[in-house]
């Protein structure tokens, strides 16, 4: 039960990291992406704070590791993505990020010196095409961009594997915070280098983006995917996480009049085929043991 409810709270990350496109999507393009992304991270910690005073929860040097170490994969995954877009295609992109389904397996396996189990690898094939069907990918020849891309789907790999192998003793608070503080903390580093360290105007739209993605998209989302990651497996916390672009097509259409397209309807059946087939083929070989017993 304790698995399910933590899959069930992952999926929720999903749709708030899912709403959190559309809604900075609203404001970058009048201001620098790292602006954004700093005053977001920032508030997001801010919020959290007063959590990590009342918990009086203790700095440990393993904590300062991971939370430093955290923090940075995660500036690394979002300036990866960030600046490959720019030399890519958004359905290249979108494709491309979603990789991890197959790198978190293989990085697993070398890491435990052993292969992917069968309905491991069938969902993880499962989860790819969906991904495939989704962004429309053409296979074409492999430019600067896509290779960025790439790149941020391995640091966010071992994002979600270091989740995984190390954070299940640590104290989640402190260590959420970190990761907020360091993603900040680097962003607003970039966002000053580039000269662009406050946005242009502090419009209502820009206060609404970045107070509903700060608190939501970010705090309570990076909070719950620290807590309860470790309680499931990195491939089936990959897996969910792959919903991400089905919800914020979603959003996008509510927020920006963007269209749903059929591939998103077939592709995001897959992505829910490739979560639930571990499922269904455990309970068939159950029921076909006891058929056996009979």
């Not at 359905?91 to 293989?106: D, E, H, M, Q």
Request: some cysteine; overall charge neutral.
């Amino acid at each position: 039960m304790n698995k399910l409810k933590a899959e069930f709270i992952l999926i929720y990350v999903a749709f708030s990291w899912g709403i959190g496109f559309p809604l900075m999507k609203l404001v970058l393009d009048e201001n620098d992406t790292f602006t954004i992304l700093w005053l977001r991270f920032a508030l997001a910690a801010l919020v959290f704070a007063p959590f990590l005073i009342k918990s009086k929860a203790m700095f440990k040097i393993k904590t300062l590791v991971l939370g430093l170490v955290l923090g940075v994969l995660l500036f690394l995954t979002f300036s990866f993505f960030i600046v490959g877009l720019n030399y890519t295609s958004a359905s290249n992109t979108g494709f491309l990020a979603g990789l991890g389904i197959i790198f978190v397996p293989i990085f697993l396996s070398i890491i435990k010196q052993k292969l992917p189990s069968i309905d491991s690898s069938i969902s993880a094939f499962l989860g790819i095409t969906g991904i495939i069907i989704i962004s429309g990918v053409s296979m074409g020849e492999v430019n600067k961009g896509d290779i960025l891309v790439i790149i941020g789907a391995i640091t966010s790999s071992i994002h979600i594997i270091i989740l995984d192998q190390f954070v299940k003793e640590e104290d989640c608070i402190p260590l959420t915070f970190l990761q907020l503080l360091v993603m900040a903390i680097l962003a607003m580093i970039v966002a000053f280098y580039n000269d662009n360290l406050l946005p242009n105007e502090f419009s209502s739209d820009l206060l609404l983006s970045i107070g509903i993605t700060a608190i939501l998209s970010t705090a309570i989302a990076f909070w719950l995917q620290t807590k309860y990651q470790s309680q499931t497996s990195a491939n089936r916390a990959v897996l969910i996480f792959s919903l991400e672009p089905i919800f914020a097509v979603f959003f996008a259409s509510i927020l920006l009049n963007e269209k749903i397209t059929v591939s998103l309807f077939i592709g995001g059946g897959i992505i829910v085929l490739a979560m639930i087939y571990p499922l269904i083929h455990s309970k068939l070989q159950v029921k076909n043991i006891r058929i056996k017993n009979e």
